[in-house]
Antibody, heavy 124, light 114 residues
Framework: EVQLVESGGGLVQPGGSLRLSCAGS????????MSWVRRAPGKGLEWVAN????????YHVDSVKGRFTISRDNAKNSLYLQMNSLRAEDTAFYYC?????????????????WGQGSLVTVSS | DIVVTQSPLSLPVTPGEPAAISCRSS???????????LDWYVQKPGQSPQLLIY???NRASGVPDRFSGSGSGTDFTLKISRVEAEDVGVYYC???????????FGGGTKVEIK
């Protein structure tokens, strides 16, 4: 059974840092694009970042560039999001998501499995 | 940047009746490989989002056949042939062409029962 389990969320002060983790199981983790998607309170879904199968390509939404970094460790079947210089507007549930097809280098979307979400609250 | 616009914002529906959501992209999502890189998702209350449609018109595994996607290029539609009470939630389209600016969700359409 495919599972994605996020961890690392919590309450942090503005300007602080957090590292989210997403542990994958039940599939060949190294074969898939992986993404982070967030949903802020009262807002819609926002794609945050993604990374290709071997970690050689990484993309981030403009609002987090220079502050957040996506990475992965295929040996540990894990995805990460390092979040620095956090702002109140980063408060959201953060989901990791897997793209549908293994070894498909053209299709970074098609998120067929999602984690349960990890809440990040940025507040003083 | 590719901008994705959904309408309507809110959609009250009667069970058993059809429903349709529109999604428009500021740039064509038709790749030279013939696929439209447009996904549809729903986030039901208290749940993580789930994939409904990919490549504009392909139903994801396990999705009931009352859901269908159509369109090409910049204009897409998600249709529910007969709405059921369990279909309430927020529906999103997402352009899935990888650009340096990444992927983009539409603003969402809240489907609720009248």
């Amino acid at each position: 059974e495919v599972q994605l389990v996020e961890s690392g969320g919590g309450l942090v002060q503005p300007g602080g840092s957090l590292r989210l983790s997403c542990a994958g199981s039940g599939f060949t983790f190294s074969g898939y694009w992986m993404s982070w998607v967030r949903r802020a309170p009262g807002k819609g879904l926002e794609w945050v970042a993604n990374i290709n199968q071997d970690g050689s390509k990484k993309y981030h939404v403009d609002s987090v560039k220079g502050r957040f970094t996506i990475s992965r460790d295929n040996a540990k079947n894990s995805l990460y999001l390092q979040m620095n210089s956090l702002r109140a507007e980063d408060t959201a549930f953060y989901y990791c998501a897997r793209s549908r097809v293994a070894f498909d280098y053209l299709s970074p979307g098609q998120f067929d499995y999602w984690g349960q979400g990890s809440l990040v609250t940025v507040s003083s | 940047d590719i901008v994705v616009t959904q309408s309507p914002l809110s959609l009250p529906v009667t069970p058993g009746e059809p429903a349709a959501i529109s999604c428009r992209s500021s740039q064509s999502l038709l790749h030279r490989n013939g696929h439209n890189y447009l996904d549809w998702y729903v986030q039901k209350p208290g749940q993580s989002p789930q994939l409904l449609i990919y490549f504009g018109s392909n139903r994801a595994s396990g999705v009931p056949d009352r859901f269908s996607g159509s369109g090409s290029g910049t204009d897409f539609t998600l249709k529910i042939s007969r709405v059921e009470a369990e279909d309430v939630g927020v529906y999103y389209c997402m352009q899935a062409l990888q650009t340096p600016q990444g992927l983009t969700f539409g603003g969402g359409t809240k489907v609720e029962i009248k």
